[in-house]
């Protein structure tokens, strides 16, 4: 079962704070705030982790150890118990990232660029183009893993008819629309969670085959979204 957080107080967007969710409910008590907020960063319980600060657009690693954030204009990375932070790239206008079980973080160093992935362990040294600006598109933002941990999703700014949710992979050989949305999108039990117009919608979503089933189902009315990134104020564990 999904567990899925939103907000939906109307004209609130989420760029003062934000969460990120872990599938390990050890860690549940980890939570990040925003630069600009008071007690920013990353914090364990009441207390905050040294050198997250500045933290923004948190994401953690499979095994829930760690949590991925930018802060200084670099792509960072941060052990929970240790509270050690290593640094893995320039990320000057970030647009999120996210983590898979072979160490590959997927990230936009800045909002009107493509995806690059680098690994998490700090030994690349050059970040490697995993998405390939088309015809009209802006920038590609908000990448997050799909099972498997080689496709991921991630959002195209743009025209009509390029903007939206789409579907890429590490290796850079897949580029599929699949559906038009104000905001990214993360998946969730079998569902693209996504809001469209102010309403967050749930559609069964197959990822192997990569085909939407069915009828977008409302979930929340009135979700916002942080203009930052244009990512909504959504998380799904």
Partial sequence: RA??????TPNRPMERST????????????????????????KDGASPLKGTEHASLPFWSPDSRSVGFFADARLKRIDIESGRIEELADAVVPGGGTWNEDGVIVYADTIDSPLERIAADGSQQAAI?????????????????????????????GRAGVRGIHVGDIDGMTAQRLVDADTPAVYAAGHLLYVHQGTLLAQRFDHEQLILAGDPAPVAEDVTSGTRAEIAALSAS
Avoid: D, M
Avoid at 19 to 42: D, E, K, W
Avoid at 144 to 156: D, E, I, Q, T
């Fill in 19 to 42: 969460t990120a969710s872990s599938a390990n409910p050890r860690n549940a008590v980890v939570s990040i705030r925003l630069a600009g907020t008071p007690g920013g960063g990353v």
């Fill in 129 to 157: 183009p995993v998405t390939t600006l088309a015809p009209g598109q802006i920038g590609h933002r908000a990448p997050h893993f799909l099972p498997g941990g080689r496709r991921f999703l991630y959002y195209a700014t």
């Fill in 3 to 8: 567990a899925t957080s939103c907000a939906t």
